[in-house]
């Protein structure tokens, strides 16, 4: 088996298995905190997400330089360098972060959330930990960017599932055995998130071969990677906007109860982040590789394979959320409030989400070549508009709103910034990732999953082990359509198909 194959495979695995640890306990996570104490996880969510601004994009470049150095680019000694001077810079930040967020944790409570139920003394406390976990989620970040560009994958995610499952089932024992409490909660999670941060730190090194001198602190080796970080700082900057800005305001606008419930619609659109990463993780180093080893046939050939992996995973899921947000958060749930409150948000938000998917691939592409200008133009573009459509609509028409400019932007991603790109690099690519890489499969899709909608809509009385089966059904047959219209798919299943008949 290929590396490649072995990476995807190892990313699927592990990103599906924490995905699930994840999604698999909210409904119980809820029951034992209540949805307003599950508000307050969107808004450290949040926080973590506006303090990425700080990263400065040296996770990226970390990632990227670690793939050059697998490629020869770099020496043990120029690599080791890099690394002790971003490792310097990320600790820092992340006792600064600790104690930015401390400081604010009261102000949060009292004059930015509307709480309802939980007292102001619970909230403040909860933030003030989170401070905490997102010191240690922070420098998390750069040990997994640098195993990432080191192509090591497998072992990445047999971490991460095994700190997924201790922190899914500590959590449960720790609100059912110890303390029904939010406070509870968030210190079990700073606890499991340090370790795993020292683990992939001790791991990192051991990756590295060693240097003939002591690593150091060294301006030259920042000032060797400086032009693309910068690129990386603005894209990280409007990215936050493009993808926070909706729960930043939210978080203020609505009860921290319906805030909750827009945590939950959005944290399970977000779940497609479980088919999206694990492409893209081992998309980036390998196009990295290839464009620095100027291999321009088969970076083409893989541009196209990674991007039909892409729609062939994302397409099926994002139909069925949509179509079946009712049924899928009823049968999660069983509970008719939170479905009636989660659902709509939910069918919407999961199409924003696809498209924002849909682009990684394109993404990844530009990264490989060092070119971040584009994405820096075309979400400063898109930052110009959101921005004023959330302070004009969602106060208007609230949480719906936010759901249809998050699909329009991303609309907008699509028809624009592929064609941009493609005037640039890949230039005789754009029509063949249009049509055969995603708009083709979306379609057979798109005409399988509307045909089952319009028949269980003259069939609601099913019951809820019929209906967990007509859902099954409908994502095999779907997937199967999406699988069969693309090149890669049809390939695959067809040598499958002879394997099997051979044996």
Same mark, same amino acid.
């Given at each position: 088996?290929?590396s ?9 695995l ?10 698999? &306990?909210?409904p119980?996570?809820?029951r034992y905190?209540g949805i307003?104490?599950?508000g307050l996880?969107g808004v450290?969510a949040?926080l973590?997400?506006?303090f ?8 990226? !470049?970390?990632?990227?330089e670690m ?10 000694q120029s690599?080791r360098?890099l690394l002790?001077?971003?490792?310097m810079i990320y600790?820092?930040?992340?006792a600064?972060l600790?104690?930015i967020v401390?400081?604010?944790?009261s102000?949060i409570?009292?004059?930015?959330l509307?709480?309802?139920?939980l007292?102001i003394r619970t909230?403040?406390?909860a933030?003030?930990?989170t401070?905490?976990i997102i ?5 998390? !970040?750069l040990y997994r ?5 080191l192509?090591?994958?497998v072992?990445l995610?047999g971490?991460t599932a095994a700190? @997924?499952?201790i922190?899914?089932l ?5 609100l059912?055995l110890?303390s ?5 909660f968030?210190?079990?999670q700073?606890?499991?998130?340090a ?8 791991? !990192?090194h051991?990756?590295?071969p060693?240097?003939?001198n002591p690593?150091?602190?060294s301006i030259? @080796? =920042? ?6 970080a910068a690129?990386?700082?603005m894209?990280? &900057? ?13 978080s203020? =606008?609505?009860?921290?109860?319906q805030f909750?419930y ?6 399970? @659109?977000?779940a497609l982040?479980i088919?999206i990463v694990?492409?893209?993780n081992?998309a980036y180093?390998?196009f990295?590789e290839?464009?620095?080893?100027g291999e321009?046939k ?9 991007a039909?992996?892409l ?6 899921a994002?139909l069925?959320?949509?179509f079946?947000s009712h049924q899928i958060i009823y049968l999660?749930?069983?509970s008719?409030?939170?479905t009636?409150?989660?659902?709509p948000i939910?069918s919407?938000?999961?199409i924003?989400?696809?498209?924002n998917?849909?682009?990684?691939v394109p993404?990844m ?10 994405t ?20 208007r028409y ?8 998050w ?5 907008g991603?699509i028809?624009f910034?592929v064609p941009?790109m493609h005037?640039?690099i890949l230039?005789?690519?754009k029509?063949?990732?249009?049509e ?10 798109l005409?399988i999953a ?5 028949w269980?809509?003259?069939?609601p009385e099913?019951?809820l082990?019929a209906?967990?089966m007509?859902?099954a059904?409908?994502?095999v047959l779907?997937?199967l ?6 090149p890669?798919?049809?390939?695959t299943?067809f040598?499958?198909?002879?394997r099997?008949?051979?044996?």
């Amino acid at each position: 088996m290929s590396s490649v194959k072995r990476n995807i495979i190892a990313n699927y695995l592990g990103g599906g298995w924490s995905a699930l640890m994840g999604l698999a &306990f909210l409904p119980v996570y809820i029951r034992y905190l209540g949805i307003e104490a599950y508000g307050l996880i969107g808004v450290y969510a949040s926080l973590q997400a506006w303090f990425a601004l700080l990263d400065m994009g040296l996770s990226p !470049t970390i990632n990227r330089e670690m793939s050059r150095f697998t490629a020869g680019i770099h020496t043990p000694q120029s690599i080791r360098d890099l690394l002790k001077s971003v490792e310097m810079i990320y600790m820092g930040i992340a006792a600064l972060l600790a104690v930015i967020v401390i400081g604010i944790a009261s102000w949060i409570a009292t004059d930015w959330l509307k709480v309802e139920v939980l007292s102001i003394r619970t909230v403040t406390h909860a933030l003030m930990i989170t401070g905490v976990i997102i010191a240690f989620r922070w420098v998390d !970040t750069l040990y997994r960017s640098a195993i990432l560009g080191l192509q090591h994958q497998v072992w990445l995610n047999g971490v991460t599932a095994a700190f @997924a499952t201790i922190r899914g089932l500590g959590s449960i024992g720790v609100l059912a055995l110890i303390s029904p409490t939010i406070q509870a909660f968030f210190i079990f999670q700073a606890l499991t998130y340090a370790l795993e941060t020292i683990l992939l730190a001790r791991q !990192t090194h051991r990756y590295l071969p060693t240097p003939p001198n002591p690593p150091k602190f060294s301006i030259d @080796a =920042l000032r060797g990677v400086w032009s693309f970080a910068a690129g990386m700082t603005m894209i990280t &900057f409007l990215a936050t906007i493009l993808t926070q800005v909706d729960k930043l305001l939210l978080s203020t =606008l609505l009860p921290l109860e319906q805030f909750g419930y827009f945590t939950l619609a959005s944290t399970v @659109a977000g779940a497609l982040s479980i088919l999206i990463v694990p492409i893209s993780n081992v998309a980036y180093p390998r196009f990295t590789e290839l464009v620095a080893s100027g291999e321009e046939k088969a970076f083409t050939m893989q541009y196209h394979q990674f991007a039909q992996l892409l729609t062939i995973s994302v397409i099926p899921a994002t139909l069925i959320l949509s179509f079946f947000s009712h049924q899928i958060i009823y049968l999660w749930t069983h509970s008719a409030a939170t479905t009636q409150a989660v659902a709509p948000i939910l069918s919407i938000w999961v199409i924003g989400t696809a498209l924002n998917g849909l682009m990684h691939v394109p993404y990844m592409a530009q990264l490989a070549h060092g070119w971040s200008r584009l994405t820096v133009i075309v979400n400063t573009i898109a930052a110009a508009i959101i921005i004023p459509a959330f302070l004009i609509l969602v106060p208007r028409y609230g949480v719906m709103a936010a759901a249809w400019i998050w699909v329009a932007i991303n609309t907008g991603y699509i028809l624009f910034a592929v064609p941009a790109m493609h005037l640039k690099i890949l230039r005789h690519e754009k029509w063949k990732w249009y049509e055969a890489d995603v708009f083709g499969p979306l379609l057979m899709g798109l005409v399988i999953a509307l045909g089952m909608f319009l028949w269980a809509e003259q069939h609601p009385e099913m019951s809820l082990p019929a209906e967990s089966m007509f859902l099954a059904m409908g994502a095999v047959l779907v997937l199967l359509a999406t699988t069969m219209t693309t090149p890669l798919g049809r390939q695959t299943v067809f040598k499958a198909m002879r394997r099997i008949a051979r044996s």
